[in-house]
């Protein structure tokens, strides 16, 4: 919990600096992102760079609260699933045009088209009406808590822009001016665009909401080689960085003029078994069985894992265990299953010739060297350690671009996977990595070891109908529950989260990674 | 003559279309790019949608036709990744390549021939073997580290020159250059070193056994005997003679360069082709991979072109036929 | 006037001091063409080198005096050297091809010597250089001037050399081998030009050659050097025409006199006794069938090559090599082929001998017909029975094979002797029988001399029991005195063998001297063919009777 | 032992160069330590067992804060760097020379067939070169490597990742050997040693592999140096694009990768020693290649 108390103190610091003198932010980050079209790709650099042009119905505050934003207020509907949200007045395009509902309906229409990456977000939506020009309704097929928070990054552009200049429906092959251009009603807009070299955004002076910043130009460049990005912020010439090397922290905090943000990102790192497979793939002496269908090899092998050490050593202690898929903080974590088991050699041993397999065996263990923050070094970590207790495991790592390939072809025993609720609630993993995977109602896509238990299949549709917050935590706490003892997966660590800048830069580090230049003051 | 240039032009297009099949036919190796367009929640379904849109489920042999047919129509197909057409792309970043290996060419060629002359009249001397040492030395050391130890050195510690990026460019018609600021230059500086060692070492030691090879010639022997001035004996009647094979070697270590580039621009974030490239493998995008290879390999073709004619121009004896 | 006193020099090496020359005297007027002769390795290019002060590193002046006039060369700095080199000592050397810097014109290589030793304007040296030119006979020079050497015949390159030589007219000119790599034609133009240069400009000239007939036909005083020593000089009709040192006479004795024919030359015994296990090779030599003696006859052969493609449409115009000739060699006889260089001379032996192929004609080797070229499979017998020797012993033996597996391959190859141990005893043998020690055997090629190599190249010609053996210019690379023991060792071969020859050279003495019948070969058409004496004595076609003229002879009145 | 050196040209100019004679050494000792790595290294760095996480990060020796049992400090791993770099070096040298073998069998293949056929088939092969030349070396590992991938059984695919660099670094390697063969074969082509041995109906397999490779050897040995400089440098090059070999199996190349990521957090030891080491060792190849040219050279003939 302690980082993301950090994080709030960050925050209101910047508040109050107001009205320092105009000035260029320069800033940049490893990827560039590929569109400037919201509805395009649903990934994290370009949702987080657009959050800073684009608006929704709703925002996420600085702990990551849901504020209102281009909606004013929002209740659940009588008589049928779904929410009323009451939108806000006076507000206009940085084009100039007014911002009314029908532009919310044409960027549904367009946010949950075939062509758009980011219609899964609206898989629970039946229809949407226009009640006045102020006023729209989402009607869901069931009764949905948290569909408010699950949109909070669906952005509204301005339906006569978008149908004027051909771009009614997100790129599907060739570019089209959505791809390159920008009308919302966000704090700033696009000042110029050279894809892969350097983005400009200028204040925007039409925002409805008070300015807090005192940014007159934001920079931004992509540099890909963490050595140079790190150069150039020490070189000056860049004034905040995210994020950098973790063993590069000493080396910044050192120098004076300089500071680091450190904060635990929302991503739990965990290891997957290959539940549904019958034999072990990379074994050289187990080969007609699997052992790790047996729930006991799966906690012999969390056993075995010294997390407190692999912080000490990798992580030079700034990562925090966890118990579950998802980090303490976020809503729906489950209180009563925070410990997850400990490091216990003896015990895994133990476990091991319960399960039938008194000197071990060997397996396959795949990981990625490119997604994850010390993801190599972390597997070969953890395999000297399985090695420590019989538990052979042949490393192969590889690029991210051909891993996930590999796991739908079930061409693992074990493997790493880093997960990011996208909702910020419990629900979104148990969708994605517990449901038993079924693809017609896409749910359990990236369950690799299809881990299957009908109980939780039983839960996933009522936790997500459930109103009652105190209802829905207990049935989530019983899936914990289930999971834990099954050893599902084997929860490791959250990923820390670490940002370097300028001394004179006043900014706020969200947990989900995302970058606001509205609470960016440089003095 | 022209038949000189019409058959090699030929052999050329040979070697592009070599080229583009041999890289096309292996990129359905190089990874899913489905996996990499799509985001985390996208469902299996839509991958398969996207890939058949995409054409990729097509048979090889139709893919190829396709690409290289679009290729001669102009059309170079769009970018998986940012959906832009391709040869927008690419004719933004060569510019920031071209550049860069050109001034690498010039600074490799402004040094390594005085320092290949020296040490090729100086055999024995001290300084002679500290060059040959240091140069020896300099391409020892892989680019990459050089690269970031430049940067450190200049960027950080003594923050005379910046570290990434193409500094203050000007944009002449469709080409940007940074040959015509002073901020431009700052940047171009330490990416040309870093690339322009590997071929300077190279230059010095080609002019250096050529030269020398060059020296113990009779006509060389007879302008001694002749008391031609040892100045111009040395450049007007050694250098001349040396510098002809040299051309076309440097001509074929045009490859290098570019392997070399790759690297250099992505220590130094520097936006060119090779940069561009290394983000398409990472990226899988299969239309920016193939288009760059068939690219390079023009360019290939090209400065192959262009050394046969410099050789025929410089050698009078291939240029003027034969006893009058 | 130069003057030089005992001169040695020196080459140090890993095995000690290398003396290069020692004591050499010489004195040169101006307007005299003092000759300086000997074979390959006697110093004579040491000496030329020497008094420019050009020696190739890290030879160098032991001692003795060297003066110009009234300077001493030896004193000169090395910036002064330079000075004079040029200005007062010129230099022309052997090849014309590689003489003049490929990538200048004339002009410019012209001026820049004018320039480089009077301070005159580019314009006068221009002029200067254009008058120069039309003194050594190049035809409108002023526009010719504009040219690159390789616009130039080999004879005209070396006028352009010697225009260069003479542009500042130098009181020395050391001309060394000037006209070895030149046709006879074109060499006694150059001859003459040097003669003509001598009187009227009172040049003094080094003369360096090997070739004692340019030495008779031009040199007023001649010094004869033997491995860095001088073994006789003065006049040059006293010391040919009667030479007093017995190095001297030996190497008269050895040169093959043009106008008659001697059966043996007179060679000065080896000093080893020769060998005598020759017989085994002899006797395996002689049980072959090779009593059935065959000829050859070739009828309207021709050989054309293509030249570049300059261009899709048409194809490039034929170089005519062989403009079908036809030719009888009687069977046990050895015809002699004169020709220049460019005559086709070669391409006629590769023709026979499968290398290339002739577009049209007909080869008949006894009464078997020889496919052509390619079409000639791998084992066809005249593979075997026609052999051949070349001309350069240093290419023409595999440096990197020992001399026992040179030999033993043919043995091998065509499965006259299975057994390796028979193989190598059968080579030493007919190592003996070519007048080689037979321990050659386990020694590698680059451990013999020319002379030495061209023996085993005939050793191993003879391992194919061949019928028939073309001889391509066997001995134009050796020095004379070896010249006459490769001679003599062909004669004595083909008499005791009963060898068809086909003997190739471009020196007619030498021709005149093996050859029972001659053919004359030019641009690739037989100008006349017939018995070796009466084509001598008597020759019917003009070219024949220009080629005799003018070769440079000893004249006969000198002969002792 | 003066006449036996005074015997042989090569020895005595050797005796008398001293930098050869220090590249001799040093590179004598970098193969002789690489030989003989499981025996004299500390620990095996690929047998995760047998080193453990605690130890990572140590300095070297000197340094305070150091382990002396590890002279030059661990790495992230905790793995001990002499270690590492013995076995680096040992894998570096392997697919450096196996790579270098192939492209010579590849290359001087190709140009003596070149060469000695000439016209049509000489232009084919150059034509081939000049396709391969286009492909910068990174580029032709990337897409071999991208073929192995996809076309190997994923079991297997992790012990073939040496051989699938090596063929890499091999293709882009071939066309120095194929160009320097033609060339020195056309020289030997019209030499008359060559013509008998055609003339007597020898098959080309054996005029060319009997009679010209022997007398061709001398500039093919110099590129062989030369090469196994660069092969070692584009190993390294290729490990810092992420296509060499992974990480559990360190080369030269990847140890300098893994060091790249501490330049500037103060473990200078994981970037630097590997660097220097890997100076060192292509320093000498070059220095010895450069002399053997110098022998090889008619020039001392």
Redesign the interface.
Known sequence: MKSLKLALLGGALSMSALGASAETFRWASTTDPQTMDPHAVNSAPVLSFLNNVYEGLVRRGQDMSIEPSLATSWEPLEGENGWRFNLRTGVTFQDGAAFTAEDVLFSYQRASDEAADVRSWFAPVTDVRVVDDFTIDFITSAPNPLFPDSIANFMILDKDWAEANDAALPARDAENFATMNVNGTGPFTLASRDPGVRTTLAPNETWWDDVDHNVTEAIFTPIGNSATGLAALLSGEIDFIQPIPLQDVAQVEGRDGFKVLEGEETRVIMFGFGHEHDTLLYSSDVTDANPFTDPRVRLAAAHALDIASIDRVLFRNKIEPASQLVPAGISGFSEENQDRPAFDPERAKELLAEAGYPDGFSFGLKCTNDRYINDEALCRAAASMFAAVGLNAELTTGPVRDYWPQLREDDFDMYLLGWSPGTFDMEHPIRFLLHSQDDEAKLGSWNFGNYSNARVDELLPLIQQEIDPAARQAMIDEVVAITQDEVAYIPLYTQPLIWAAKDNVELTQRADNFFMLRWVTVN | MVYFILKRMIQSVFVMLAVAFLAFSLFRFVGDPVSQMTGVETSVADQERLREDLGLNDPFVYQFVRFTGDMFKGDFGYSYRTRQPVADMIASRIPATLELGVVALIISLLVGVPAGVYTALRPRGALTQAILMTTLVGVSIPTFVIGIMLIFIFGVQLGWLPTFGRGGTVQIGSWESSLFTIDGWRALLLPAITLGVYQLTLTMRLVRAEMMEVMRSDYIRFAMARGVPMRRLHYRHALANTMVPVITIIGLQFGGVIAFSIVTESVFQWPGMGLLFLESIRFVDIPVMGVYLVVIAFFFVLVNLVVDLLYVAIDPRLRISDVS | MLTIKDLSVKFPS??GDFTAIEDVDMSIKPGEIHGLVGESGAGKSTVGAAV?G?LQAPGYVAHGTLTLGDTDLRSLTPVQA??????RI??I?Q?PQ???????TIED?LI??IQ??SDVSESAARKRAVDLLEEIGIKNAAQRIK??P????GGMRQRV?IA??IS?DPELIIADEPTTALDVAVQSQVLDLIQRLAKERQIAFMLITHDIGVIAQVADRVTVMRKGRVMESGDTAQVLGAPEHPYTKALMDAVPPLDRKLDRFRVPDTDGALPTQGDVAENWLLEGDQHERTGLSLENLTVQFLGP????FHKPPPHVALDNVTLKIKPGSIMGLVGESGSGKSTLA?AI???VSPNSGTMMLGDTELPFGKSR????PS?QLVQ?V???PY???????RIGDILA??LW?YGFVKDAKEREKLAASMLSLVGMQPDAITKFPHQFSGGQRQRIAVA?ALL?RPRFLICDEPTSALDVSIQAEILNLLKDLQSKFGLTILFISHNLAVVRQMADETAVLRNGKIEEVGETHTVYTAPKAEYTKTLLELTPVMPSSWES | MIAFLKKYEGLWLFVHSPAAIIATFVAALIFLGALFAPWIALVNPYDLASFSLFDGLLPPAWEDGANPKFLLGTDDQGRDMISSILYGARLSLVIGISALTIAAVIGVGLGLAAGYYGGRFDAIVMRIADVQLALPAILTALLIDGIARGILPAAIQQDLRVAVLTLAIALSLWVNFARTARASTFVQMNKEYVQAAIMMGQRPMRVMFVHILPNILGPLLVILTVDLASAILLEATLSFLGIGLPADSPSLGTLIRIGMQFLLSGEWWILWIPTLFLVALVVSINVLGDFLRDIFNPRLR
Do not use: C, W
Not at chain 3, 98 to 104: A, I
Not at chain 3, 377 to 380: I, L
């Open positions: 890993r095995f420019i050009l330079h000075k004079v080199r040029g200005d010129s230099m050397f090849d590689t003489s003049l810097n490929p990538l200048m290589q820049e010597t480089a030793h040219a690159y390789h616009q130039f015949s050399v260069l030589a500042t493609r300059t261009s899709f590769k001998t499968g290398l499979n791998r084992h066809h593979r051949m070349f001309q350069d290419s023409s033996l595999n440096s990197r094979h391959e043919p190859f191993r194919a």
